[in-house]
């Protein structure tokens, strides 16, 4: 998969959005206008008759003779999301993933995504972050040239065809939703009428069965990160303690301590603490679980266990060493060390690093716990 749509592919899927929407009427569609009296080209990038979450686009120019106003692109991306009666939310519908040039072979590369930040549903975005849009269009980038020289500026999607083709989007611009890239109608227009390219991106559909089984093993399953106060639960992102974002997993003393609470609500269990004693007692319908604060041991139905170090305060927070979980909950708990990551699922689905599926999963929970996403929410 390409490195440029891979990010926003994963993104799709956790976010299970609807079906996707495969009309051949979809269509993107960039319109370049002619230099004004100062030299400046204005182009659009638009998409209509379709529902998405994310794109990706590379659009070519000659280098020689134009060149791209990054700073334009960035003040004037996207448009305004509005309510469902049209009222403007004062928010941006997308996000601005990426805006980069490479000067040297004439190449723009422009991503968008969802913006979590702003209330759904509204007029264009569904409760799953899924945009919609109709046939009056959805702006996905305004964009500036400046003519350097004078000559052809050659504005066009970096497609097979281009002198300057993009290998990491042959298809010059791609959407995606769901974890599908979509298929639609892909146009170039400029003020003269022979410049005009029309084409179809076909798009990709993930196989139902390989999204069945991403969906059965992330199920039950919480995947967290040193230093991170984000987490992801059956693959939907969540904070550990929404009140306070210092509340993350830490290791001391060559131990990796998690936070109970999180854990055990996460499981179903109820949490109750008694600050004269230091005391936590987790319980279910059929069992009940103490810790105590600095004390090397907790108790189980009445029976005590031993912990390889004592539960500890941080952050006004009840801290266990990671082995606890696997044994006081009957879970299995896998460190991977290299992600500096921690997989708490059920014993019977225990997780498997070597496996392509819980790799790709993996890769998925990095990616929203990262602070590009987290810190929408």
């Keep these: 998969m390409r490195k440029g749509i891979a990010i926003f592919l994963t993104f799709c899927f956790l976010l299970l959005s609807l079906p996707v929407l495969a009309e051949t009427e979809s269509k993107v569609s960039l319109n370049v206008s002619a230099p004004d009296s100062s030299g400046k080209i204005e182009a659009v990038l638009k998409a209509f008759d379709i529902d998405f979450q994310a794109f990706d686009a590379v659009i ?29 939310l ?70 097979k065809n281009a002198e300057n083709f993009a290998e990491s989007v042959p298809n010059g611009v791609t959407m995606a939703q769901g974890g599908r890239e979509l298929p639609f109608t892909a146009e170039v227009k400029t003020e003269k009428q022979e410049d005009f390219i029309s084409y179809f991106v076909e798009g990709t559909k993930t196989p139902e069965d390989n999204l069945t089984k991403r969906t059965e093993r992330i199920k039950d ?75 090397n041991s907790y108790s189980k139905g009445g029976v005590s266990y031993p912990l390889d170090c004592p539960a500890t305060l941080n952050e006004a927070r009840t801290f266990v060493p990671l082995r606890a979980v696997a ?13 500096s990551c921690i997989v708490i699922s059920p014993l019977d689905n225990p997780w498997n690093t070597e496996n392509i599926t819980e790799k790709e999963l993996l890769n998925d929970a990095l990616i929203i716990m990262s602070p590009f996403v987290r810190d929408m929410i």
């Design 221 to 295: 399953t919480l995947i967290l990160q040193i230093g991170n106060y984000a987490a992801t639960k059956d693959g939907v992102l969540c904070h550990i303690d929404p009140l306070n974002k210092n509340v993350v997993p830490f290791t001391l003393n060559d131990r990796t301590l998690i936070p109970l609470r999180f854990i055990a609500e996460s499981l179903g269990l109820k949490v109750s603490w008694q600050e004269e004693t230091q005391t936590v007692t987790l319980s279910s319908s059929d069992t009940e679980l103490i810790f105590i604060i600095g004390e």
């Design 60 to 88: 070519s120019y000659n280098k020689d003779v134009v060149a791209p106003d990054l700073n334009y692109i960035k003040e004037n991306f996207g448009q305004t999301a509005n309510s469902a009666d049209g009222t403007s």
């Design 90 to 159: 004062d928010v941006n519908l997308l996000s601005l993933v990426k805006a980069t040039a490479d000067s040297e072979k004439g190449l723009l590369f422009i991503s968008g995504m969802t913006n979590l930040s702003q209330p759904v549903p509204n007029k264009n975005v569904s409760e799953n972050y899924a945009v919609s849009a109709d046939n009056n269009g959805v702006t996905l980038a305004s964009i500036s040239f400046n003519k350097i020289k004078d000559g052809d500026a050659k504005i066009c999607f970096a497609t």
């Design 327 to 339: 044994e006081a909950f009957q879970k299995d708990v896998c460190w991977i060390e290299s992600k």
